[in-house]
C-alpha cells in the first residue's frame, strides 16, 4: 500500500491508536461532499476500476466501456487527472496517450472495492426479492 493510503490510515497499525475523524456534523458534511465529488459522474468509478488493472489507453477504455462517448470520457479522465487520481503520459513516437492510476488513485481503490462488494450484495438482496422497506436485523442495528 502506498504511503497515501498508511497516511488517511487503510492500514491498520496496531502500535498506533486509530485515527478519530472529527465528528462534527459540518465537518461529516464537507468530508462526504468533497469524497462524492470527487468520484461523481457516471463513467468514472468504472474508469478507475479498470486503471487499477493496470495502465491503458484511451482506445482501450473506450473499448470497455461501449455506452460512453469519446466527448464524455475525455471529459471524465481530464476530471480525474485535475482531482489527482490518474495521470496522462503522451508519448510522442508511436503517438499515444496512456492512463495510469496515481498513489491518490490507488489509495482509493480500497473504497472503490467496498462500494463494488456493496453493490453485489444490494444487487442479490434486490434479485431475490428482498423488501427494502422491511425492517429486518441490519437495517434495525443502527437504530
Known amino acids: 500500500m502506498t504511503e497515501l493510503a498508511h497516511e488517511v490510515e487503510f492500514i491498520s497499525d496496531p502500535e498506533k491508536p486509530p485515527y478519530r475523524f472529527d465528528s462534527h456534523p459540518a465537518l461529516v458534511q464537507r468530508s462526504l461532499h468533497a469524497g462524492m465529488s470527487i468520484f461523481a459522474g457516471k463513467w468514472k468509478l468504472s474508469i478507475l476500476w479498470y486503471l487499477e488493472q493496470r495502465p491503458r489507453r484511451f482506445g482501450e477504455l473506450a473499448s470497455l466501456l461501449p455506452e460512453v462517448t469519446a466527448k464524455v470520457l475525455t ?27 496515481t498513489d491518490w488513485g490507488v489509495a482509493a481503490m480500497p473504497v472503490l472495492q467496498l462500494l463494488w462488494q456493496w453493490g453485489n450484495w444490494y444487487l442479490r438482496r434486490e434479485a431475490s426479492g428482498h423488501d427494502h422497506c422491511a425492517a429486518d436485523e441490519t437495517s434495525s442495528s443502527r437504530l
Open 75 to 101: 471529459y471524465q479522465l481530464r476530471e480525474l487527472e485535475e482531482a489527482g487520481l490518474i495521470s496522462r503520459t503522451e508519448t510522442v513516437s508511436p503517438r499515444h496517450t496512456e492512463y495510469a492510476l
